[in-house]
């Protein structure tokens, strides 16, 4: 195959490469260096329009605010799926571990790939089919280098691949997170503050740098987080607005609603225990939707947790107490700590504090605060804790049922 040929195919998978996730992600910059690198992932940032930067309190901090990743207490993986058209597809892995001394650290794939192409010569003859690969590797560094400021770094290694051409290049992000006030969180981040260089035959590209900056706050007991951010890329295009919304309708179901410079999208989440999937979707009038699905696994690490034995229970019967033992694994000393039970309707009806180290057990007979006899039903907990440095660690969950309708009024076992 000859030269010119081979520059034809390129210039043509370079364009379908490249357009598709920039007007996916509605930022209109065909033909953009590292495209991808800038359409977002996360289903659960998708829903919320990418409005994500003063977020970022889960693993994907990675991408959108590394900084996010210092005050994140559990080792962290997930794994994202992002269908586009004509079998392109976004996939996206990513681990994170905190340490207790040398702040906490990340590590994530991006990759964009193609189904396969039909290859032609200028004389319109079938050479077979091809495929198309881009990828970024990230590795990431976040320490709090203050009480409530945090700062983090991304070193890219980025990768083209089209044909038998290929071309690697080598990046930095610098980030900032701080808790300004009260339920109020800001994010910056300076991504390619060193940007790589790709060429794949004669000419070097030069991903361009992009900032973004953006605040997010919660109302109604930390069960709606409002977020809105504002991005841009040098020298491509115009500014862009996002906005974004997550509530917690139950403790393990989330629904989220954006609007992504103008797109609008939704999505949900549900967790279970130390599981998580999320889905998000953005419709798209000239290329349809876009579907990203992601699974979570959070583990050990630093945090909070209680469980309750037996998980149902009587207060009038024979099993009529139930042990709620409660771990705490801290990088420093706890300052205080709240564990609070919770009804159906969001009523705090029994409330356990102190300083220090909390107990390992509570022990709860089914009463409120004021001594009564709560009604039947499932109650859910909050475990908040907060250290000497002023670092918080929050888990909910459910925790246990209160049930006299047995036969007997009597219920002696775990559900």
């Known amino acids: 195959m000859k030269f010119n040929t081979n520059k034809y195919l390129l210039i043509t998978a370079i364009t379908v490469l490249l357009l598709a996730p920039s007007l996916q992600a509605q930022v209109g910059n065909a033909g953009m260096p590292g495209a991808y690198l800038y359409s977002g992932v996360g289903a659960r940032a998708l829903g919320m329009g990418g409005a994500y930067s003063a977020i970022a309190n889960d ?16 080792y962290q993986f997930s794994f994202m799926h992002n269908s586009l058209f004509m079998g392109t597809a976004i996939d996206f892995v990513v681990a994170s571990a905190p340490t207790e001394r040398y702040g906490s650290f990340g590590l994530g794939v991006l990759t964009l790939g193609s189904g396969d192409f039909e290859q032609r010569s200028v004389l319109n003859e079938n050479l077979g089919s091809f495929s198309m690969r881009d990828m970024a590797f990230f590795v990431s560094w976040a320490e709090e280098v ?17 044909l038998s051409h290929s071309g690697s290049g080598h990046g930095f992000d610098l980030a900032l997170k701080a808790h300004l006030f009260d ?71 989330a629904v989220r609603m954006g609007l992504n ?14 599981y998580g999937l999320d889905y998000g ?43 709620i033992k409660l771990k705490v694994k801290s990088k420093t000393k706890i300052e205080q ?26 022990i709860w007979d089914g009463r409120d605060n004021r001594g009564a006899l709560v009604s039947d039903g499932r109650f859910t907990y909050r475990f908040d804790v907060r250290t000497d440095e002023a670092e918080d660690m929050m888990a909910n969950g459910m925790l246990v049922k209160i049930d006299t309708q047995g036969p007997i009024g009597v219920i002696g076992g775990e559900e």
């Open 59 to 74: 693993v994907t901090a990675v991408y959108w605010n590394p900084a996010g990743l210092a005050t994140q207490n559990p």
């Open 146 to 162: 203050y009480p409530d400021l945090s700062v983090g770094i991304n070193y890219k290694f980025v990768n083209q691949k089209i």
């Open 183 to 253: 339920r109020l969180d800001a994010g910056f981040v300076l991504a390619n503050v060193l940007s790589p260089k790709v060429t794949l035959i004669s000419e070097a590209e030069t991903y361009p740098m992009q900032i973004r900056t953006g605040v997010s706050t919660a109302f109604l007991e930390d069960k709606l987080t409002l977020s809105t951010e504002f991005s841009k890329t040098s020298g491509w295009g115009s500014s862009q607005l996002h906005f974004g919304a997550e509530y917690m309708a139950m403790p393990n179901l």
């Open 261 to 274: 410079d103008g797109l609008f999208t939704i999505g949900a989440g549900f967790t279970f225990r130390n």
């Open 281 to 323: 979707t953005a419709n798209n009038s000239e290329l349809g939707s876009s579907q990203r699905f992601a699974i979570n696994y959070a583990f050990g690490g630093f945090g909070v947790v209680a469980l309750a034995s037996p998980s149902v229970f009587s207060p009038a019967g024979e099993v009529n107490v139930t042990r």
């Open 337 to 362: 700590w709240i564990f609070a039970i919770v009804d159906n309707d969001g009523r705090v009806i029994r409330q356990f504090s102190g300083s220090n180290d909390p107990p390992e057990e509570i």
